[in-house]
């Protein structure tokens, strides 16, 4: 009997495995996720003694790149560029994770209900590895690793369990560091924990050996901003709500998304089952975990894929933990008699599985696929590549997708502090508004004279061989003209006298390309911020 079980667990691990190996072919074959890409790069910067606003301007909190800095050192000890070391960082922390929930789900799951938990691990590798796709290694790929062991740790403290306390302050330790990488997690652990203190019916249920240790990353990360990182307070914060204003789209828009939608027909299940349900505790934490995510979500009010990734990895999980249970349920009645109802409600579970998490995955990775071949076949990209090869550009585009790819491709130097111009299409929609305040009318006076007083300096400073102008239509006005980033630099007489130095060289895939002049010399541009400003 014992040859028999080991064997088949054998055969689950060959699986996951598996999964490993699909997913390391994949990303092997994809650029590196812009968001990470960009990030690893500030990381960078703060490791060698840079600092917010002075040597970058990103609005994610420092947690965000706190969470990068073990792919630069990983690729200096190494000696491994940042692409390679940041994809075995994150394939190591999803194996890691795996494992962790392997320990836990052998608590939960008896011997009759070993089958499950093989199933389970595989669907955790498949969302872990596969499901992320372009998204792999974005901050929500990397919450839902770390925090996935506390959530089955949750269940075993419902059900009583004993684990080994050593394990429980590594759990907490990793699921502290899953929470804090961005405010919104914290919805995720305030849910979790308001369930368990209702089950528990004691509201110091929360006070816990793994909560505490959580409560302690988060306030150590809350000191160390004002100690490593005063600047993100004093020059970021002020500054980045035109991130979140330019970046936010229609409640419709964001409600609207086959996640969503997905995730109330998980819900509508729980409700028809919950009463049959063996392992309704379990259920009902990752219930809980994805409406916290699903807060986080919508407080950023994006439709973009990698931020609705938590809610549809957990939602997953536990839909495919509705159809193991269902599926025994049905072969154990198999000889008394099977209803119409059980067999008709697998196969529609099976089929929103196939429709939802299964159909996206393979979405978003031909998404991943087809970035690559664009930066493979672009003239713009291969202009960069032959003519700034490790060289300074300057890209205006406010999509980071494309400033940090053809940055990557071309293995060229950003002379901007900014990941993009992402800020700008919060300020001209709020230049744009006339129903403004007085005061809120200086602040985007003050706001666009500070985002052009940069600009100015990064310019003077590095001196870009060439300057990128994206004239796509669909920039910062929709439906609307196109927008014109030179001319609205061009306001400021400075930056005038600057861009004379630039001469235009061609128009390549909707971008404007500029070269330097040869007689461009820094101390012949009189752009001094202070004499601006006086």
């Known amino acids: ?91 190591a922390i999803a194996a890691g994770s795996i494992y962790l929930c392997h320990i836990l789900m052998r608590h939960i799951f008896d011997n009759t209900g070993n089958r499950i938990r093989y199933i389970l691990l595989v669907v955790i590798a498949f969302v872990f590895i596969l499901m992320p796709a372009y998204s792999f290694g974005e901050r929500e790929h990397f919450t839902v690793m770390l925090i996935l062991p506390y959530l089955f740790l949750l269940d075993l403290r419902l059900l009583n369990k004993s684990i080994n306390f050593y394990l429980i302050l590594l759990i907490g330790l990793i699921a502290g560091i899953g929470f804090a990488i961005k405010p919104y997690f914290l919805f995720t652990l305030v849910a979790c924990e308001l369930y368990f203190m209702y089950k528990k019916r004691s509201l110091f249920a929360c006070v816990r050996s793994e909560t505490i240790l959580i409560g302690v990353v988060i306030l150590l990360y809350l000191i160390s901003i004002f100690i490593f990182t005063p600047n993100y307070i004093r020059k970021i914060l002020p500054l980045s709500y035109l991130y979140f204003v330019g970046s936010g789209a229609s409640f419709m828009v964001v409600l609207l998304q086959g996640t969503i939608i997905f995730l109330l027909i998980v819900l509508g299940v729980y409700f028809l089952l919950h009463k049959r349900l063996r392992y309704k505790s379990l259920a009902e934490i990752l219930i809980f975990a994805s409406i916290g995510y699903l807060i986080a979500y919508l407080i950023q009010r994006t439709d973009w894929y990698y931020h609705l990734l938590p809610i549809l990895t957990i939602i997953t999980i536990l839909m495919v933990l509705f159809i193991c249970e269902k599926s025994f349920d049905i072969m154990a009645k198999f000889k008394s008699g099977i209803k119409w109802f059980d067999i008709v409600l697998i196969i529609l579970l099976q089929v929103f599985i196939i429709i939802a998490p299964i159909t996206d995955t393979i979405r978003h990775t031909a998404i991943g696929m087809s970035t690559v071949k664009y930066f493979h076949t672009s003239k713009v990209s291969q202009y960069v590549k032959n003519h700034a090869y490790e060289q300074s550009i300057y890209v205006f585009d406010e999509r980071m997708i494309i400033v940090n790819g053809l940055i990557d491709y071309a293995h060229a130097i950003s002379a901007s502090r900014f990941s993009s111009q992402s800020f700008l299409p919060g300020l001209i929609w709020l230049s744009n508004m006339s129903n403004l305040t007085d005061t809120q009318k200086n602040r985007v006076i003050k706001d666009k004279r500070e985002i052009i007083d940069v600009t100015i300096e990064d310019l003077q400073k590095n001196r870009p061989k060439l300057i990128l102008e994206n004239l796509a239509k669909h920039n910062l006005y929709p439906n609307k003209k196109r927008f014109n980033f030179i001319g609205f630099f061009s306001q400021d007489k400075h930056f005038r006298k600057l861009f004379k130095h630039y001469k235009y060289v061609a128009m390549l895939d909707d971008f404007a390309i500029y070269t330097r002049k040869n007689n461009f010399l820094a101390n012949n541009v009189e752009s001094n911020i202070d004499d601006k400003k006086s």
């Not at 994949?26 to 490791?47: P, R």
């Open 1 to 91: 009997m014992r040859v028999k079980i080991w064997s088949e667990y054998n055969y689950w691990l060959l699986a996951v495995l598996c999964v490993f190996i699909v997913g390391i072919i994949i990303q092997a074959n994809m650029m590196l996720n812009f968001d990470a890409s960009w990030l690893i790069k500030a990381a960078n910067k703060l490791l060698n003694g840079g600092h917010y606003y002075t040597d970058f301007i990103d609005a994610n909190p420092p947690f965000a790149l706190y969470l990068y800095i073990p792919t630069v050192l990983l690729a200096k000890i190494c000696h491994i560029n940042f692409a390679l070391a940041f994809k075995i960082y994150t394939f």
